[in-house]
């Protein structure tokens, strides 16, 4: 049984503390801390059990090792914002304390989102003793655990892989993303790049689609080919892949909001300004745009998320699918 603090509040902050709260007999301590501490006082409030919470600013590495030396925690789960992931991480490292992430860094200013800025602190935890795992969500996580687990336990070699996203549920509202809409938003415009011909292609956001029957009665959706971090560990961990690709599915409803606000410059990420003051537009996009509840918000439909897998095995071609359906 050990201490865990949560740092973040947000839509995915709020489920990973009712998780955790979930299972006292691995999490004996649990406190939430973020920019916003009645963000984490009201998260606290739906729960069944006591935790602590914090107002801690997530870019300061002063501030959060302060926080982790009172606290004490065995591990740090960082579902801040990706622009904060080296800070927690530098606190983690000052303090002695293990760390875990669901998103990979990136900088503020660039939307542009890899692992080299993080694979750097390799050496640094394990010469600490500590460990940091990286990209601890469902996708990327649960997908590069299919993958491996594919890998290992079917095949002799595997060639390509497609991770399919099907987000089916419905939670009734016009346009609202399923976790931080910056975030969401910077990741769905980014330039899409996969893994063909031992090296990642570049191309154009959301450039190539196709129609995706999912199993077990989800239904048939439009799924679009991005870019997604575990793209680049599995393909450096699983060499004999000559292809990979991620694909995620999008209402035309979602589409058409994202091309109105592309269009009339609210997602872009450069400072313009207004009445004297600098205002990152997609920022103040996030401001008045729904924030992700998942415990509260009222779900009809169902997800599923997999990994496709085709390799040899005996010198026969083989192909795999393993999803979860929620």
């Not at 660039?110 to 990286?134: H, I, N, P």
């Not at 035309?252 to 207004?274: A, F, K």
């Amino acid at each position: 049984m050990g201490n865990v603090l949560i740092i973040g509040a947000g839509g995915v902050g709020q489920v990973v503390t009712h998780k955790c709260a979930q299972v006292p007999e691995v999490f004996g301590k649990i406190m939430l801390a973020s920019r916003t501490k009645m963000k984490c006082d009201l998260i606290a409030a739906q729960l069944d059990r006591k935790i602590e919470t914090a107002r801690v600013d997530a870019d300061n590495v002063d501030e959060l090792s302060a926080l982790i030396e009172s606290f004490k925690p065995d591990l740090v789960i960082n579902v801040a914002l990706p622009y904060q992931d080296l800070a927690i991480m530098d606190a983690c490292l000052r303090t002695g304390v293990n760390y875990l992430d669901t998103a990979n860094y990136e900088p503020r200013e660039t939307a542009k989102f890899e692992y080299s800025w993080q694979w750097a602190y390799q050496e640094k935890f394990r010469e600490a003793g500590l460990t940091a795992l990286l990209g601890s969500g469902f996708d990327p996580g649960v997908t590069n655990v299919f993958t491996a687990y594919l890998a290992k336990h079917d095949f002799d070699e595997i060639h390509e892989l497609d991770i399919v996203d099907v987000n089916g549920g419905d939670h009734g509202r016009l346009f609202a993303t399923n976790f931080n809409p910056e975030i969401n938003i910077r990741e769905v415009t980014a330039p899409c790049r996969h893994w063909e011909k031992d090296q990642f292609s570049e191309t154009p956001a959301m450039s190539e689609s196709q129609s995706y029957t999912c199993p077990e009665g989800v239904g048939t959706y439009t799924i679009y080919r991005m870019y997604h971090e575990e793209l680049e560990s599995l393909v450096k961990n699983f060499p004999t892949l000559k292809k990979a690709q991620f694909w995620m599915s999008f209402s035309e409803n979602y589409l058409t909001h994202l091309r109105v606000l592309q269009n009339v410059g609210m997602t872009r990420i450069d400072p313009v300004v207004y009445q004297g003051q600098e205002i990152v537009p997609l920022q103040f996009l996030k401001a008045v745009l729904p924030e992700p509840s998942p415990v509260e918000l009222k779900q009809r439909g169902k997800t599923c998320i997999g990994c496709i897998v085709s390799g040899v095995k005996d010198g026969k071609p083989l192909k795999r699918y393993i999803y979860n359906i929620w």
